[in-house]
Nanobody
Framework: VQLQASGGGLVQVGGSLSLSCAVS????????LGWYRQAPVNQRELVAV???????NIADSVKARFSISRDNAKNTVYLQMNNLRPEDTDVYYC?????????????????WGQGTLVTVSS
């Protein structure tokens, strides 16, 4: 199973970025998909997560500015980030939970993608 994240980059304060993360492999099903972020000296924190049915949980700090969506047919999750602030500068990681593969167990496993850097300049 591989998670390929893309869309990070440099943006000015108030700008927008869209991240995407595609889950690939011999997949039977994917549970919740989420985005987390982590600065070098901080713990990884939840930004947003979305269930297979579309229920979302978004961190209060970004709820008014970020949105999360997913395309189940493509096993892809998106994070739309608007009105970006310098404090949003971080490495963003996608996570796929309870991924069931054709060769794995029925409980599934969690996987992380490689981080993508978002830098907001003032």
């Amino acid at each position: 199973v591989q998670l390929q994240a893309s869309g990070g980059g440099l943006v000015q304060v108030g700008g927008s970025l869209s991240l995407s993360c595609a889950v690939s492999g011999l997949i039977k099903s994917v549970g919740s998909l989420g985005w987390y972020r982590q600065a070098p000296v901080n713990q990884r924190e939840l930004v947003a997560v979305i269930s297979p049915g579309g229920l979302t949980n978004i961190a209060d700090s970004v709820k008014a500015r970020f949105s999360i969506s997913r395309d189940n047919a493509k096993n892809t999750v998106y994070l739309q980030m608007n009105n970006l602030r310098p404090e949003d500068t971080d490495v963003y990681y996608c996570k796929a939970e309870r991924v069931r593969t054709i060769y794995g167990n029925n409980q599934g496993e969690d996987y992380w993608g490689q981080g993508t850097l978002v830098t907001v300049s003032s």
